[in-house]
């Protein structure tokens, strides 16, 4: 693998629960949960806050998949956030970095991945660990993001986040050397809201 350098990364697993989610359409059976770490959010769909610590997970209802994903979300996650009207919020610098390198990778030479398996289903796992987004690589000094690390939300009111991940799919019979097959899972949307007294 090369050695790009990054300022921010994912690290996956956490013992906080993916809570509060949107889910991803299935692709192949296979789909994403993206939600809060915050123990206050508890159920599918309910609203997270711009302070919340942002986490996601995939799950598979048939079975386990094995995946890998790029450990730099320049590569690995698109994230924007609307307003009710429908307009984007401006990013921070570090919510600009997410997906800025998107449409460049193809292979899993590319970049460093880390590998997570896709299994159960959400429905009756709600609160299994999720990975958290980091700011610095795994081996260093590493800080949850959260949603208002990401926007610059002036506002008090709901908003929507879309984010979109895309990964490596472990396939046996693929005919790439490493046997993986890079896919996109569909968009997510979360409900955002910004308290009066935030």
Known sequence: MTNAP???SLLIWSSCAVLGAGL?????GVYLAIGSGTARATTVNEPLRISDELVFLPFCDSGKVQ???????AYSTVITMSDRNGVSLPRTALGRRFGSR????????????YTILAWGSY?????????????QPPSGRSSNI??????????????TLRLEMQMFRFDPKGTSSWKRS?????????????PPDS
């Open 6 to 8: 990054f300022c921010c």
């Open 24 to 28: 991803s359409a299935p692709t192949n």
């Open 67 to 73: 995946l890998a994903y790029a450990t730099d979300p």
């Open 102 to 113: 998107f449409d460049r990778l193809h292979n899993i030479t590319d970049v460093h991945t």
């Open 123 to 135: 429905t009756n796992n709600p609160g299994l660990g999720g990975g958290r987004f980091f700011t």
């Open 146 to 159: 959260r949603v208002e690390d990401l926007f610059k939300v002036k506002a008090p009111g709901t908003y």
């Open 182 to 194: 890079l896919f996109r899972f569909p968009p997510v949307t979360v409900t955002v809201e910004k």
